[in-house]
């Protein structure tokens, strides 16, 4: 079974993009690629940890609605 991977695009706060399946540090005067893989595999743990962090902080939220339809009074 293999790695997941990054979902293409910007990680969030940071200058770099994940474009084509490979890393790009981004900046005002153009992009470059990284080329480092200790680098890019930090970049990778890290863009899966924040989707990851997403999608538990999606899935509070949705409980936490279901949970008002349930009590309409909200929280006690």
């Known amino acids: 079974m293999s790695a997941p991977t990054p979902q293409q695009g910007r990680l969030a706060h ?3 993009v994940l474009r084509g399946g490979r890393w790009w540090l981004d900046g005002g005067a153009g992009s470059v690629p990284a080329s480092d893989p200790a680098f890019t595999a930090v970049l990778d ?3 899966l940890s924040m989707a990851a962090a997403d999608r538990a902080v ?3 939220h ?3 609605d279901e949970a008002l339809s349930v009590d309409p009074g909200g929280w006690r």
Do not use: C, K, T
């Open 14 to 16: 940071a200058p770099v």
């Open 45 to 47: 743990d890290f863009a």
């Open 58 to 60: 999606a899935n509070l």
């Open 62 to 64: 949705i409980r936490q």
